[in-house]
C-alpha cells in the first residue's frame, strides 16, 4: 500500500505498477467495514468495481483507468470537475475514486458496485460525519454479515435449514486454514466417489456408510460455495468443476446403487432403473435451462400465472413448499442417503422415480402456462441459445438446409414430439433388431431437422431441445435393455452419461455467454440424431453374442474421450466464462 498526496502523483504510481497486476484506489479519509472493502476490491470476477470512496481495477481494466486518471489530474488542474455533473453516482461520491468510477463507466467500462447492506462503506468530510460513520462500523458485526453473505439468498429447505446453519461455519475454518473451494469441491466429489464405492458392496453396512458419506458429500457441496463467496475466492475453473461434479457425483452413486444391488441381492437387477433416474434427471435439467434460457430476456415478458407465483412467494410457507416439490439437490439426496441406508437400492430407485416424475410434472406444467398466457417476443440470442441446446448433427442440419417447417407457432414442438414419438414407439414395439427401427430412426432425423429449420421463438419451442434429449436417452435405455445382451444396460449408462456431460457443458457455456461447444465437436460425436440412427443401427447389426455391447462401450468412450478433451481444453482457457450457481436449486 502506497499513499499519494494527490491525483497527479496516483496516477505515476499506478503507471509503475505491472500491467499484470490488479490495482485500488483508496480515498485516505475512508471509513467502513473490512469487509465491505473485501466486497469491493478484491472480488475477481469483475474486472473494476466500486465502493464509495474505492475503486479498484484488474490487468484488463487498467489502461481505461490510467486515462480516467490522467483526465482527472488534467481536469483538476483546469478548474474543472473530474466527471460530468449530474449523474448520481457523481452526487454521492464526490472523492477521486468515485469521480473515477463515473468515468470508467461513461467510457464504456462496467464498473460493479456490490450491495453492502448494513455494512458501512463512507468518506467524511467533517468530524461529525466520521464519528457518526465510526459509530455505524461499531453497530455492526462485520464477520456476522459475512458469515451470513456466505450462504446463498434463495436454497432449498434441506439445504437452508439443515446444512447451512453449521457448513458455514466449516467454510470459515477451511478459509483460515488457507483452503480453497476447488480443494474442498474436490474433496466433496471423493467423498462421493467412496460412497459409491460402499454402496457397491451390496452389503448393509456399505448401504449405511453410503448413505453417511453421501450426505457427508453434500456438506462439502455447500461449503465450496460457501468458502468461495466468504473468501471471494472465485474462479472460472472453480465454477467448472462445481457445475459439472455435482452430476458426476449423483451419476456415479446410481451406479455404485446398480452394482450393489446385483451383488447383494444376486439376481436384483436395478441398472434399468438406475438409467431411467439418470435420463429423467438429466431431462429435468434441459427442460429448466432450455425455459430460462427462452425467456430470460423476453421483451414484455408478462403473464397471469407468473404474477400469481409472486403472490404465493409473498406468503413464507408457500416459498418453502413449492422448493421442496421440485425435489432439488438438497432433498434429493437426502431421500437418497436416507433410503439407501434403511431400505435396498430398487426402493432408492422407485422412490426417486416417481418423486422426480411428479417434480417433472408440477415445474412443466407452470412453464406451459407461463408460455401459454403470457405476452412476449423472444429475442435472437434467445432463438440462438434454444438451438444449440437442440444440439441437431450433420443429419439435420442438411434436413433444414433444404426444407423449412411450415409456419405457426407450435409447428416446431409438434415436430419433435411426434418425431421423438416414432422413434421411442419403434425401439418399445418394434420387433427387436429389425430395420424398422433404423427407419424410424431416418424418419426421426428428417423430421427433428425440420423442427429446427427456422429460429426457435414460439411459445413453445423451449420445449424442443428436451424432447430430443428425451428421444435419445430413451432410445438407448429401451434398446439396450430389450437386447437382453448381457451388460448392455451398464454400457448405455455410460454413453448417456458421456452425452449428457457434453448436453451440461453446453448449457454452461451458454450461461456464461461464450455460446455453443464448437460445430466440428457437435458433426464429430454426431448431433442427437446421428447418434440415435447408429445406436438403432447397432441393434439391427449386432444380434448376436456381446457385440452390442461392445459397440455402446466403444461409442461411449470415443464421445467422452472427445467431449472431455475439448472441454476441459477450453474451461482452462483465458476464454472461459465464470458460471456461478446462486439461486439454482436443482
Given at each position: 500500500?502506497?499513499?499519494?498526496?494527490?491525483?497527479?502523483?496516483?496516477?505515476?504510481?499506478?503507471?509503475?505498477?505491472?500491467?499484470?497486476?490488479?490495482?485500488?484506489?483508496?480515498?485516505?479519509?475512508?471509513?467502513?467495514?473490512?469487509?465491505?472493502?473485501?466486497?469491493?476490491?478484491?472480488?475477481?470476477?469483475?474486472?473494476?468495481?466500486?465502493?464509495?470512496?474505492?475503486?479498484?481495477?484488474?490487468?484488463?481494466?487498467?489502461?481505461?483507468?490510467?486515462?480516467?486518471?490522467?483526465?482527472?489530474?488534467?481536469?483538476?488542474?483546469?478548474?474543472?470537475?473530474?466527471?460530468?455533473?449530474?449523474?448520481?453516482?457523481?452526487?454521492?461520491?464526490?472523492?477521486?475514486?468515485?469521480?473515477?468510477?463515473?468515468?470508467?463507466?461513461?467510457?464504456?467500462?462496467?464498473?460493479?458496485?456490490?450491495?453492502?447492506?448494513?455494512?458501512?462503506?463512507?468518506?467524511?468530510?467533517?468530524?461529525?460525519?466520521?464519528?457518526?460513520?465510526?459509530?455505524?462500523?461499531?453497530?455492526?458485526?462485520?464477520?456476522?454479515?459475512?458469515?451470513?453473505?456466505?450462504?446463498?439468498?434463495?436454497?432449498?429447505?434441506f439445504t437452508t435449514f439443515f446444512i447451512s446453519p453449521y457448513s458455514r461455519y466449516i467454510?470459515?475454518?477451511?478459509?483460515r486454514r488457507g483452503l480453497t473451494p476447488n480443494q474442498v469441491t474436490t474433496a466433496s466429489?471423493?467423498?462421493?466417489?467412496?460412497?459409491?464405492?460402499?454402496?457397491?458392496?451390496?452389503?448393509?453396512?456399505?448401504?449405511?456408510?453410503?448413505?453417511?458419506?453421501?450426505?457427508?458429500?453434500?456438506?462439502?457441496?455447500?461449503?465450496?460455495?460457501?468458502?468461495?463467496?466468504?473468501?471471494?475466492?472465485?474462479?472460472?475453473?472453480?465454477?467448472?468443476?462445481?457445475?459439472?461434479?455435482?452430476?458426476?457425483?449423483?451419476?456415479?452413486?446410481?451406479?455404485?446403487?446398480?452394482?450393489?444391488?446385483?451383488?447383494?441381492?444376486?439376481?436384483?437387477?436395478?441398472?434399468?432403473?438406475?438409467?431411467?433416474?439418470?435420463?429423467?434427471?438429466?431431462?429435468?435439467?434441459?427442460?429448466?435451462?432450455?425455459?430460462?434460457?427462452?425467456?430470460?430476456?423476453?421483451?414484455?415478458?408478462?403473464?397471469?400465472?407468473?404474477?400469481?407465483?409472486?403472490?404465493?412467494?409473498?406468503?413464507?410457507?408457500?416459498?418453502?413448499?413449492?422448493?421442496?416439490?421440485?425435489?432439488?439437490?438438497?432433498?434429493?439426496?437426502?431421500?437418497?442417503?436416507?433410503?439407501?441406508?434403511?431400505?435396498?437400492?430398487?426402493?432408492?430407485?422407485?422412490?426417486?422415480?416417481?418423486?422426480?416424475?411428479?417434480?417433472?410434472?408440477?415445474?412443466?406444467?407452470?412453464?406451459?402456462?407461463?408460455?401459454?398466457?403470457?405476452?412476449?417476443?423472444?429475442?435472437?440470442?434467445?432463438?440462438?441459445?434454444?438451438?444449440?441446446?437442440?444440439?441437431?448433427?450433420?443429419?439435420?442440419?442438411?434436413?433444414?438446409?433444404?426444407?423449412?417447417?411450415?409456419?405457426?407457432?407450435?409447428?416446431?414442438?409438434?415436430?419433435?414430439?411426434?418425431?421423438?414419438?416414432?422413434?421411442?414407439?419403434?425401439?418399445?414395439?418394434?420387433?427387436?433388431?429389425?430395420?424398422?427401427?433404423?427407419?424410424?430412426?431416418?424418419?426421426?432425423?428428417?423430421?427433428?431437422?425440420?423442427?429446427?429449420?427456422?429460429?426457435?421463438?414460439?411459445?413453445?419451442?423451449?420445449?424442443?431441445?428436451?424432447?430430443?434429449?428425451?428421444?435419445?436417452?430413451?432410445?438407448?435405455?429401451?434398446?439396450?435393455?430389450?437386447?437382453?445382451?448381457?451388460?448392455?444396460?451398464?454400457?448405455?449408462?455410460?454413453?448417456?452419461?458421456?452425452?449428457?456431460?457434453?448436453?451440461?457443458?453446453?448449457?454452461?457455456?451458454?450461461?456464461?455467454?461464450?455460446?455453443?461447444?464448437?460445430?466440428?465437436?457437435?458433426?464429430?460425436?454426431?448431433?442427437?440424431?446421428?447418434?440415435?440412427?447408429?445406436?438403432?443401427?447397432?441393434?439391427?447389426?449386432?444380434?448376436?453374442?456381446?457385440?452390442?455391447?461392445?459397440?455402446?462401450?466403444?461409442?461411449?468412450?470415443?464421445?467422452?474421450?472427445?467431449?472431455?478433451?475439448?472441454?476441459?481444453?477450453?474451461?482452462?482457457?483465458?476464454?472461459?466464462?465464470?458460471?456461478?450457481?446462486?439461486?439454482?436449486?436443482?
Amino acid at each position: 500500500m502506497t499513499a499519494a498526496a494527490d491525483a497527479a502523483e496516483a496516477a505515476a504510481l499506478l503507471a509503475a505498477v505491472p500491467a499484470s497486476r490488479r490495482v485500488a484506489l483508496v480515498d485516505p479519509r475512508f471509513v467502513g467495514h473490512v469487509h465491505a472493502l473485501r466486497l469491493g476490491l478484491t472480488d475477481p470476477r469483475f474486472a473494476a468495481a466500486s465502493i464509495p470512496g474505492a475503486l479498484t481495477a484488474q490487468p484488463e481494466a487498467r489502461p481505461a483507468l490510467l486515462r480516467a486518471l490522467q483526465r482527472a489530474v488534467a481536469a483538476v488542474g483546469a478548474g474543472s470537475p473530474v466527471a460530468p455533473p449530474g449523474t448520481a453516482s457523481d452526487a454521492e461520491d464526490r472523492t477521486v475514486p468515485g469521480r473515477l468510477a463515473v468515468a470508467l463507466h461513461a467510457e464504456g467500462t462496467a464498473v460493479q458496485r456490490p450491495e453492502l447492506g448494513s455494512l458501512t462503506a463512507a468518506v467524511p468530510t467533517g468530524p461529525g460525519e466520521r464519528t457518526a460513520a465510526r459509530a455505524a462500523v461499531t453497530a455492526v458485526d462485520d464477520e456476522a454479515v459475512r458469515l451470513r453473505g456466505a450462504v446463498k439468498a434463495h436454497d432449498g429447505f434441506f439445504t437452508t435449514f439443515f446444512i447451512s446453519p453449521y457448513s458455514r461455519y466449516i467454510a470459515r475454518w477451511c478459509a483460515r486454514r488457507g483452503l480453497t473451494p476447488n480443494q474442498v469441491t474436490t474433496a466433496s466429489l471423493i467423498t462421493a466417489l467412496i460412497a459409491a464405492g460402499s454402496a457397491a458392496t451390496g452389503t448393509r453396512g456399505g448401504y449405511v456408510a453410503a448413505g453417511v458419506l453421501l450426505l457427508l458429500s453434500f456438506v462439502l457441496d455447500c461449503t465450496d460455495g460457501q468458502l468461495a463467496r466468504y473468501s471471494l475466492q472465485y474462479s472460472t475453473m472453480g465454477a467448472w468443476l462445481d457445475a459439472t461434479f455435482d452430476r458426476a457425483k449423483e451419476y456415479a452413486y446410481y451406479a455404485g446403487l446398480a452394482l450393489g444391488a446385483a451383488r447383494g441381492g444376486g439376481s436384483d437387477d436395478v441398472w434399468v432403473l438406475a438409467l431411467g433416474a439418470m435420463v429423467l434427471q438429466a431431462c429435468r435439467h434441459v427442460v429448466d435451462f432450455s425455459f430460462n434460457e427462452a425467456n430470460h430476456d423476453a421483451v414484455s415478458n408478462t403473464s397471469p400465472t407468473a404474477a400469481l407465483s409472486d403472490r404465493l412467494d409473498s406468503v413464507g410457507w408457500t416459498v418453502w413448499l413449492r422448493r421442496m416439490i421440485v425435489l432439488p439437490i438438497g432433498e434429493r439426496w437426502a431421500m437418497i442417503a436416507v433410503l439407501t441406508a434403511v431400505t435396498t437400492p430398487r426402493i432408492v430407485f422407485y422412490a426417486l422415480l416417481i418423486g422426480c416424475a411428479l417434480a417433472a410434472c408440477y415445474t412443466t406444467a407452470g412453464r406451459l402456462l407461463r408460455s401459454l398466457t403470457r405476452k412476449a417476443q423472444r429475442t435472437d440470442r434467445a432463438a440462438r441459445a434454444l438451438a444449440d441446446l437442440a444440439d441437431s448433427g450433420p443429419l439435420a442440419q442438411g434436413v433444414a438446409a433444404v426444407l423449412r417447417r411450415p409456419g405457426g407457432g407450435f409447428t416446431a414442438p409438434f415436430l419433435a414430439l411426434a418425431g421423438a414419438l416414432v422413434m421411442v414407439a419403434a425401439a418399445l414395439f418394434a420387433p427387436y433388431g429389425g430395420w424398422l427401427t433404423v427407419g424410424a430412426a431416418a424418419v426421426y432425423a428428417a423430421v427433428s431437422g425440420l423442427a429446427v429449420s427456422r429460429p426457435l421463438k414460439g411459445a413453445l419451442d423451449w420445449l424442443v431441445p428436451p424432447v430430443f434429449r428425451a428421444a435419445e436417452y430413451c432410445t438407448l435405455l429401451v434398446l439396450a435393455a430389450r437386447s437382453d445382451v448381457p451388460h448392455a444396460v451398464p454400457a448405455a449408462f455410460g454413453l448417456v452419461s458421456a452425452v449428457a456431460y457434453h448436453h451440461y457443458d453446453t448449457v454452461y457455456r451458454i450461461r456464461g455467454g461464450t455460446g455453443a461447444p464448437p460445430q466440428w465437436l457437435v458433426r464429430t460425436i454426431g448431433g442427437h440424431e446421428g447418434r440415435t440412427l447408429v445406436v438403432a443401427v447397432l441393434a439391427a447389426v449386432l444380434i448376436q453374442g456381446s457385440g452390442f455391447t461392445t459397440a455402446l462401450t466403444a461409442l461411449a468412450a470415443a464421445v467422452a474421450l472427445v467431449v472431455l478433451v475439448e472441454s476441459i481444453r477450453f474451461w482452462v482457457s483465458s476464454s472461459a466464462p465464470a458460471v456461478h450457481d446462486e439461486g439454482e436449486l436443482a
